[in-house]
């Protein structure tokens, strides 16, 4: 079974200083990699994805992340983080062979930014 | 209209109490989602709807009971909760049956709290 894992729980940054979120994979196969934001009191965005193809993928709001299967992650970058950045953000897996109609979800970064 | 969306946005309800929790999704989608998302919890899927037919349930108790009329609408029917069913719940849709490589689209969520 997949799994996904945020060794951050909590990450504080100075606005316009550059930001990594972490994520690592569990999974046999090829994934499909999400990342999701979640602001307060909302549901769930989707920011950018990976299915296949060039490793860098570029997202909204200015965010990017890069697929490494040698080291099973899916890091999620912002050169200059804005206040508005401030929310939650998840990375997701997806099974594409075993037919299992969802996602699995990690338990999330929660992103604070400082004037 | 536009995206996914949920009613009611709160709902505070008794254990003994029946109610519903209503999606709609506008996106022409085929499948259908409800996920549970409980403080420090990864989201946890609950069922999955594909073209009206249930194809997942993960292990939710009986008193979750989900309906899917047709592919724009999905309910949790909602009795005899326990405190600990208190959480928000996501209701998300996407274009294809296979929503592990599907990219999943949500609504804002119905924050319930159950006294």
């Known amino acids: 079974a997949q799994s996904v894992t945020q060794p951050d729980i909590h990450i504080t940054v100075s606005e316009g200083a550059s930001l990594e979120l972490r994520c690592n994979y569990s999974?046999?196969?090829?994934?499909?990699l999400f990342w999701y934001v979640q602001s307060p009191g909302q549901g769930l965005q989707l920011l950018l994805k990976?299915?296949?193809?060039?490793?860098l993928v570029q997202g909204i709001k200015g965010f990017e992340a890069e697929f490494k299967r040698s080291q099973s992650s899916f890091n999620l970058r912002k050169p200059s983080v804005h206040w508005s950045d401030a929310a939650e953000y998840f990375c997701?897996?997806?099974?594409?062979?075993?037919?299992?109609?969802?996602?699995?979800f990690g338990s999330g970064t929660r992103l604070q930014v400082q004037p | 209209e536009t995206g996914v969306t949920q009613t009611p946005r709160h709902l505070v309800m008794g254990m003994t109490n029946k109610k519903s929790l209503k999606c709609e999704q506008h996106?022409?989608?085929?499948?259908m989602y409800w996920y549970k998302q409980s403080a420090k919890k990864p989201l946890e899927l609950m069922f999955v709807?594909?073209?009206?037919?249930?194809?997942e349930n993960n292990s939710v108790p009986s008193r979750f009971s989900p309906e899917c009329p047709n592919s724009s609408h999905l309910f949790l029917h909602l009795h005899t909760l326990q405190p600990e069913d208190s959480a928000l719940y996501l209701c998300?849709?996407?274009?294809?049956?296979?929503?592990?490589?599907?990219?999943?689209?949500f609504g804002p969520g119905t924050r319930l709290t159950v006294l």
């Open positions: 990976y299915f296949s193809g060039d490793t």
């Open positions: 997701a897996v997806g099974a594409g062979d075993t037919g299992r109609r969802a996602l699995t």
């Open positions: 996106l022409g989608h085929n499948a």
């Open positions: 709807y594909s073209l009206e037919e249930r194809v």
């Open positions: 999974y046999g196969a090829t994934p499909y």
């Open positions: 998300a849709s996407s274009q294809g049956a296979a929503g592990g490589t599907d990219t999943q689209y």
